[in-house]
């Protein structure tokens, strides 16, 4: 378990938001109070016997928008964006941020039949973000480089229950569903020691579509470190991914999701001539992100959402408490219009655009 002091405090934050956005969804919707008439998640996923079919990552939509086009869809690339947030996947949850390989499957799953396309967190935070026309992009980050996230077996596949197993499978499944996620890597990424096991395991993983980036080097709380050793933390991960021959990091994940005191220091900076400049950092909780296109994106503390129910404090800020409100307010959900070269967002928008954006904006 990675969770510190720093819970209180983010809790205290998701209150807040939740409220105020509770408030603000209040005047839109006048339907909040109704409960949603969703129905549960269908027939339970046959135990692995899907092969880890691999749609094509990175494939644009191939749709170029027009404002009819886009108000049919209903897009809005200023909506809300879920970025997921997952820790351990094992069988037998041992903290409350664990979830089992069920638990994820079903999230997945339900992700899916929503008409969620995963993204990574770097094609999040740069903003290219090439998903179909009328559907709604999630990102999944697992933290920590947990062994129950990635491990290959003898036959070169992912072991089965693990989180990319899992993923393969949901996609084989929903072959809408693209199998692409985000793990943040620490010092001994899966649980692996040796140089030849932990570049072959993180190569892989790029290779298939994935994102392996940093999560400090040794996970420590960034606050409580001094500049220089914040720079340290986050370069010597950064040197640890050149040795694995892997692609330098374009985001990264707080520790305990907890900012340094200067808290430019997580996105930008050097430590031994080595430079970092991170396209995103991302914080632990506690609500859906704004849009990278938003004028308000704060590309230094990107929100993400705690995969689990509705129990206890999680009754108002993790993923079930999320998805179901974004399912009962449509309108504040990032809607694709499938153009990656452009951003289409209804009329009463277009103030909130980001105003660095050289993309076209279309808006109906
Ligand atoms: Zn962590």
Not at 187 to 210: M, N
Not at 346 to 363: D, F, H, M, S, Y
């Given at each position: 378990m990675r969770i510190s002091a720093s819970l209180a405090r983010i809790i205290g934050i998701a209150n807040v938001v939740v409220v105020t956005v509770a408030i603000i969804g209040l005047g839109l919707m006048p339907s909040e109070g109704r409960p949603h008439a969703r129905s549960p998640l269908g027939a339970e996923v046959q135990n692995s016997v899907a092969p880890p079919t691999l749609t094509p990552v990175g494939e644009p939509p191939g749709v170029v928008a027009t404002p009819e086009f886009a108000r049919q869809v209903s897009a809005n690339e200023l909506g809300l964006v879920p970025v997921m947030m997952y820790h351990r996947i094992v069988t037998k949850p041992l903290a409350s941020i664990d979830r089992t390989p069920d638990q994820l499957r079903k999230e997945l799953e339900r992700l899916a039949e929503r008409g969620y396309v995963p993204i990574t967190a770097r094609e999040f935070a740069t903003g290219d973000i090439q998903v179909p026309a009328g559907k709604f992009p999630v990102v999944l980050t697992f933290d920590d480089g947990h062994p129950s996230h990635f491990a290959l077996g003898v036959d070169g596949n992912p072991v089965p229950g693990t989180a990319v197993a899992v993923i393969q499978?949901?996609?084989?499944?929903?072959?809408?569903?693209?199998?692409?996620?985000?793990?943040?890597?620490?010092?001994?990424?899966?649980?692996?020691?040796?140089?030849?096991?932990?570049?072959?395991?993180?190569?892989?993983?790029?290779?298939?579509?994935?994102?392996?980036?940093n999560h400090t080097w040794g996970h420590r709380n960034l606050r409580a470190l001094k500049r220089k050793k914040v720079h340290e933390q986050i370069v010597r991960l950064e040197r640890l991914l050149e040795k694995l021959g892997v692609p330098s990091s374009r985001t990264m994940a707080l520790?305990?999701?907890?900012?340094?005191?200067?808290?430019?220091?997580?996105?930008?900076?050097?430590?031994?001539?080595?430079?970092?400049?991170?396209?995103?950092?991302?914080?632990?909780?506690?609500?859906?992100?704004?849009?990278?296109?938003?004028?308000?994106?704060?590309?230094?503390?990107?929100?993400?959402?705690?995969?689990?129910?509705?129990?206890?404090?999680?009754?108002?800020?993790?993923?079930?408490?999320?998805?179901?409100?974004?399912?009962r307010h449509p309108g504040e959900r990032y809607v694709s219009d499938g153009d990656p070269a452009r951003i289409s967002i209804?009329?009463?928008?277009?103030?909130?655009?980001?105003?660095?954006?050289?993309?076209?904006?279309?808006?109906?």
């Open positions: 499978e949901v996609a084989g499944k929903y072959p809408s569903f693209r199998p692409v996620a985000t793990f943040w890597i620490n010092k001994e990424p899966f649980g692996l020691r040796d140089h030849a096991s932990q570049a072959t395991a993180v190569r892989w993983l790029v290779d298939h579509g994935h994102e392996v980036a520790p305990y999701g907890t900012l340094p005191r200067g808290k430019k220091a997580a996105r930008t900076g050097s430590w031994d001539g080595t430079r970092y400049d991170f396209a995103g950092v991302f914080l632990a909780g506690a609500e859906p992100s704004v849009s990278p296109y938003a004028k308000n994106f704060d590309r230094g503390a990107i929100q993400r959402i705690q995969s689990n129910g509705k129990r206890g404090e999680c009754r108002t800020w993790c993923s079930q408490h999320w998805l179901e409100w974004l399912d209804p009329e009463e928008l277009r103030g909130n655009i980001g105003a660095k954006r050289g993309l076209q904006v279309i808006a109906y």
